[in-house]
C-alpha cells in the first residue's frame, strides 16, 4: 500500500511539474507595467516564463521572458522613458509593439512572426542559433533601426519582408537564407523603396545587400 500511494504522489508531482514548465503568463486586459500590475493574479514572468499578452503593457526596465504572444488585443510599449524587452525565445505579434517617445528596444533570441503593427524603435535579432524571420497578410516592421547582432547562426526570411525603417543594418558575418520566392524591401525617410527579389533556396552573402 505505502508503495502504490509512493507511486500516486510521484505521478501527481510530474503532472504538476509538466504544468508548471507548460504555463504560461497572461496579462490582464487591462494591461499595465510589467515589472508590477500587467499579470493575472500578480505573477511577474521570469526569464524562463512563457508569456500572453492581453492589453497594453509597458515596458520600463528592461524585463525578460522565453516565448511571448501578442494577441490581436495586446499591446507592449515602452511608458515614455527607454526601456527594452529581451525574448529568450519567439514573438509572435498579433496585435501592436509601440515606440512611445524614447527607444523601445527588442532583443529576440528566437523566430519573429509579425502578423500586427510593429513599430519598435530597435530591432534586434540576437539569438546564436539559426531565426526565422516572416510577416503575414502584408504586415512589416517600422521603427528606427532593424540590426542583425547575431554571432552565430544564420538569419532566415520566410515570404515577403518589408521594411520602413530609418537603419537597416545585417552584420557582414551573417547569412540570409530565402526559404520562399520572395522580395525584401526597403523603404527609407525619403519614401525610396529598395527591393532585392531572390528564388527560394538560394543563399546570399549579406555582403551583396
Same mark, same amino acid.
Given at each position: 500500500?505505502? *508503495? *502504490?500511494?509512493?507511486?500516486?504522489?510521484?505521478?501527481?508531482?510530474?503532472?504538476?511539474?509538466?504544468?508548471?514548465?507548460?504555463?504560461?503568463?497572461?496579462?490582464?486586459?487591462?494591461?499595465?507595467?510589467?515589472?508590477?500590475?500587467?499579470?493575472?493574479?500578480?505573477?511577474?514572468?521570469?526569464?524562463?516564463?512563457? #508569456?500572453?499578452?492581453? +492589453?497594453? #503593457?509597458?515596458?520600463?526596465? +528592461?524585463?525578460?521572458?522565453?516565448?511571448? !504572444?501578442?494577441?490581436?488585443?495586446?499591446?507592449?510599449?515602452?511608458?515614455?522613458?527607454?526601456?527594452?524587452?529581451?525574448?529568450? +525565445?519567439?514573438?509572435?505579434?498579433?496585435?501592436?509593439? =509601440?515606440?512611445?517617445?524614447?527607444?523601445?528596444?527588442?532583443?529576440? *533570441?528566437?523566430?519573429?512572426?509579425?502578423?500586427?503593427?510593429?513599430?519598435?524603435?530597435?530591432?534586434?535579432?540576437?539569438?546564436?542559433?539559426?531565426?526565422?524571420?516572416?510577416?503575414?497578410? +502584408?504586415?512589416?516592421?517600422?521603427?528606427? =533601426?532593424?540590426?542583425? =547582432?547575431?554571432?552565430?547562426?544564420?538569419?532566415?526570411?520566410?515570404?515577403?519582408?518589408?521594411?520602413?525603417?530609418? #537603419?537597416?543594418?545585417?552584420?557582414?558575418?551573417?547569412?540570409?537564407?530565402?526559404?520562399?520566392?520572395?522580395?525584401?524591401?526597403?523603404?527609407?525617410?525619403?519614401?525610396?523603396?529598395?527591393?532585392?527579389?531572390? #528564388?527560394?533556396? =538560394?543563399?546570399?552573402? !549579406?555582403?551583396?545587400?
Amino acid at each position: 500500500m505505502k *508503495k *502504490k500511494l509512493t507511486k500516486i504522489s510521484l505521478g501527481l508531482l510530474l503532472m504538476v511539474m509538466g504544468l508548471s514548465l507548460n504555463a504560461q503568463i497572461h496579462s490582464t486586459s487591462n494591461g499595465g507595467n510589467w515589472e508590477t500590475t500587467a499579470w493575472i493574479g500578480g505573477i511577474i514572468p521570469s526569464a524562463a516564463d512563457d #508569456v500572453v499578452i492581453n +492589453g497594453v #503593457v509597458d515596458c520600463n526596465g +528592461g524585463p525578460s521572458c522565453n516565448n511571448i !504572444l501578442i494577441t490581436s488585443a495586446g499591446t507592449i510599449r515602452n511608458d515614455y522613458y527607454s526601456g527594452s524587452l529581451t525574448v529568450n +525565445g519567439n514573438i509572435t505579434n498579433n496585435g501592436s509593439i =509601440q515606440n512611445w517617445s524614447s527607444g523601445l528596444a527588442l532583443y529576440i *533570441k528566437g523566430d519573429i512572426i509579425n502578423n500586427g503593427n510593429w513599430a519598435a524603435y530597435y530591432t534586434r535579432p540576437n539569438g546564436t542559433g539559426s531565426q526565422t524571420i516572416i510577416c503575414l497578410n +502584408g504586415n512589416y516592421f517600422t521603427g528606427n =533601426q532593424f540590426h542583425n =547582432q547575431k554571432v552565430s547562426g544564420n538569419l532566415y526570411f520566410n515570404g515577403t519582408l518589408i521594411l520602413k525603417i530609418a #537603419v537597416f543594418i545585417l552584420t557582414m558575418r551573417m547569412f540570409i537564407y530565402w526559404l520562399t520566392v520572395h522580395l525584401i524591401c526597403i523603404m527609407d525617410n525619403s519614401g525610396t523603396v529598395i527591393c532585392w527579389e531572390a #528564388v527560394a533556396h =538560394q543563399l546570399f552573402s !549579406l555582403r551583396s545587400l
